[in-house]
């Protein structure tokens, strides 16, 4: 019996664990699978489910993360992170009337200490081209009391 090792972190009442690549599933992430995978952590921090993140390029867009709603921090993450690619996500948010500025302060506290997520996770999005679901990421998720 093996026994599974877990980054952990907990957020806003959320415990979170997210189970670490080994070694040789390891990628070298491009760009676009680190900013996709900079909105795929800060939305599951937050507490949303990642129906998909995908580094394969599609009509107006060369990777895009798809959760179950919107979520403005995840969406502005990659930019406060200071990834490329980032003038859509804030053209989004400030057409919505949204403090890009405020949101980012907001998205960087969250990601704050999470590189080796943000990088398993880029990996993994580099592999395989597309992730999908939050099963892939986490092992499970907690509501804290």
Partial sequence: MSVERFVEAEKSGWTVKI????????????????????????AILTGDYVEEATRISGPGYLGRTRLSRFNPIAFVAAHARGCSGTGYD???????????????QAARGVLSGHEEEISAV???????GTISGNRRLCAGRKRSY
């Fill in 90 to 104: 804030l053209m989004v948010l400030t057409s919505l009337g949204y403090d890009t500025n405020s949101l980012a």
């Fill in 122 to 128: 880029a990996s993994l999005i580099e592999a395989n």
């Fill in 19 to 42: 189970k670490p690549i080994m070694p040789f599933d390891m990628a070298e992430p491009g760009a676009t699978a680190h900013h996709e995978a900079t909105h795929t952590v800060a």
